[in-house]
């Protein structure tokens, strides 16, 4: 056999499933045995940790619930219940901190696709927040239902991906009240990977626990579903993020504890000075969770980025952000918690060059500071606002790199092929002996979204970029999908419950 004949059957394959290498790689397990790169010395990072003690100790940090304020002081924590300030000291911080768990499992509805967060695990999560969907074909427009169902699909499909659902893309044609309940039954329907929803306040957050224990029935035997607990910096916890926190902990179901700061405006300008406060407010939240439940699986969150001084606005995919990263994951390591940190984030309107080297100095940084779970891995646009069709295919074959990346390869024998290099000798080329032969569809990672013609075959072909290259994947892809099965009995269960509640609900504020 050629390797013209190869190369063509190779071609007219890709034609027929150009998704395929998306869609077919094995759900990813991805482990990063290489060295954590740190920024800073073991000194620094106890300056660090002196300065949130300080913190936590003197400033204090704004717990507006009434439940948080006397769980702290049942604890010994000073607590001024006037002004809703809790002061902890440093002993009983850091021994409720000991107890949260260094890795757990996320249990999933196929247990083929659990997670072990912790270790070496790298662990990948979709966009989430998002307002707006943009696309080639309709441009920048308010999220819907289809879409969020859309997205759900997309990120079943790809493996890439280790986990599903949460706030993939605002529902505006949904009333706000009845988002979660439309959201958790659109992941179970669509998706059996483990699952992330939001953890806002105590209603929405008994709703989806019921919702979950309909499909797991019991769930001490380990978390189904996770959620983002933002703290509203600087050093405040208010009650819709302090009661979704104690209600997942209570139940045993991850919270993802994460300060929102921008140096310059919700913390001082030096990056140095956001890290300690994120470090306070992070280690607070994670201590409340285990005065909740000692052992409640948690992730110190980072999202420390700074303010552009000219906009006003996040910066994202900058070298400070890159330092925060870092950063985050050895305070992260200082206390023994598995680390949350953001892959895709840019501020690019449109999936361009800005989007793609933003990207990647978000999520490199992230990977090499061995973060475990990486929120917002694919289709981050426009500081988040939006999340893009195109950009999410973009990302996703960013995520099967990695995947290729850490497998890394075997020096023996076969590999080194000194009989191939004697054969040929100097002047001649390798593409027809055995060696290349037998292996030339499989040795490289195959880019599905690259184009690597030459300049006359990509002009003939209709001269597309990247972005209309994937605007055809994705579609691809979701006229591929498969939806898992369920069981009928739990679907009619997850409907009617979904119905009752969308009438109880309708027109109350759960926002506020």
């Known amino acids: 056999?050629?390797?013209?004949?190869?190369?063509?059957?190779?071609?007219?394959?890709?034609?027929?499933?150009?998704?395929?290498?998306?869609?077919?790689?094995?759900?990813?397990?991805?482990?990063?045995?290489?060295?954590?790169?740190?920024?800073?010395?073991?000194?620094?990072?106890?300056?660090?940790?002196?300065?949130?003690?300080?913190?936590?100790?003197?400033?204090?940090?704004?717990?507006?619930?009434?439940?948080?304020?006397?769980?702290?002081?049942?604890?010994?924590?000073?607590?001024?219940?006037?002004?809703?300030?809790?002061?902890?000291?440093?002993?009983?911080?850091?021994?409720?901190?000991?107890?949260?768990?260094?890795?757990?499992?996320?249990?999933?509805?196929?247990?083929?696709?659990?997670?072990?967060?912790?270790?070496?695990?790298?662990?990948?999560?979709?966009?989430?927040?998002?307002?707006?969907?943009?696309?080639?074909?309709?441009?920048?427009?308010?999220?819907?239902?289809?879409?969020?169902?859309?997205?759900?699909?997309?990120?079943?499909?790809?493996?890439?991906?280790?986990?599903?659902?949460?706030?993939?893309?605002?529902?505006?044609?949904?009333?706000?009240?009845?988002?979660?309940?439309?959201?958790?039954?659109?992941?179970?329907s669509y998706t059996d990977k483990a699952l992330l929803e939001a953890a806002h306040g105590r209603i929405i957050t008994k709703d989806v626990v019921q919702m979950a224990e309909m499909v797991f029935g019991d769930l001490e035997s380990g978390p189904v579903l996770g959620g983002v607990i933002n703290v509203s910096s600087p050093l405040r916890y208010d009650e819709r993020m302090s009661g979704g926190l104690i209600t997942f902990a209570r139940l045993g179901q991850v919270v993802i504890i994460t300060p929102f700061i921008m140096a310059g405006a919700m913390a001082p300008i030096t990056i140095p000075a956001a890290l300690a406060q994120q470090n306070a407010e992070a280690l607070a939240g994670i201590a409340l969770a285990q005065l909740v439940r000692t052992g409640a699986p948690v992730i110190y969150g980072g999202f420390t980025t700074h303010v552009d001084m000219r906009s006003g606005s996040p910066a994202f995919g900058t070298p400070e952000g890159a330092w925060a990263l870092l950063v985050g994951a050895q305070l992260a390591r200082r206390y023994n918690l598995p680390y949350r940190g953001s892959g895709s984030l840019n501020t690019s309107k449109l999936p361009d060059a800005q989007a793609a080297?933003?990207?990647?100095?978000?999520?490199?940084?992230?990977?090499?500071?061995?973060?475990?779970?990486?929120?917002?891995?694919?289709?981050?646009?426009?500081?988040?606002?939006?999340?893009?069709?195109?950009k999410f295919v973009m990302d996703v074959e960013m995520l099967g790199m990695f995947n290729y990346f850490f497998k890394g390869f075997e020096i023996n024998e076969e590999s080194l092929a000194l009989d191939m290099i004697d054969r040929v000798g100097p002047g001649g080329h390798h593409f027809d002996t055995p060696h290349t032969q037998s292996r030339f569809t499989d040795a490289f990672f195959e880019s599905v979204l690259g184009d690597r013609q030459g300049y006359d075959t990509w002009l003939a072909q209709g001269a597309k970029d990247a972005a209309q290259r994937a605007n055809a994947i994705w579609k691809d892809i979701l006229a591929g999908y498969e939806r898992p099965t369920l069981d009928p009995a739990v679907d009619q269960a997850l409907r009617e419950y979904v119905e009752k509640r969308s009438r109880e609900l309708a027109g109350v504020n759960l926002y506020d």
């Open 1 to 188: 056999m050629g390797i013209e004949a190869s190369r063509e059957r190779r071609t007219a394959r890709r034609s027929r499933n150009p998704q395929s290498p998306l869609v077919r790689l094995p759900f990813q397990r991805l482990q990063n045995n290489l060295p954590a790169l740190e920024m800073l010395d073991a000194g620094q990072v106890e300056t660090l940790h002196e300065a949130a003690m300080h913190i936590l100790e003197n400033t204090g940090i704004m717990f507006m619930d009434d439940e948080a304020l006397d769980l702290w002081a049942g604890a010994g924590a000073r607590v001024d219940k006037t002004s809703q300030m809790v002061r902890i000291d440093r002993g009983l911080l850091l021994e409720l901190v000991s107890h949260a768990p260094a890795s757990f499992t996320w249990r999933a509805r196929n247990p083929e696709r659990d997670v072990m967060v912790g270790g070496n695990n790298v662990t990948f999560a979709p966009n989430g927040g998002m307002a707006y969907v943009s696309s080639l074909d309709s441009g920048r427009r308010p999220g819907t239902l289809a879409d969020f169902e859309n997205f759900v699909k997309l990120s079943h499909a790809c493996n890439a991906l280790n986990y599903n659902g949460g706030e993939l893309v605002a529902m505006q044609d949904v009333e706000p009240s009845i988002r979660h309940l439309k959201r958790l039954y659109a992941d179970f």
């Open 357 to 390: 080297y933003e990207t990647m100095w978000t999520m490199w940084p992230a990977i090499l500071a061995h973060t475990h779970f990486i929120l917002h891995s694919v289709g981050w646009l426009e500081g988040g606002l939006t999340v893009s069709y195109e």
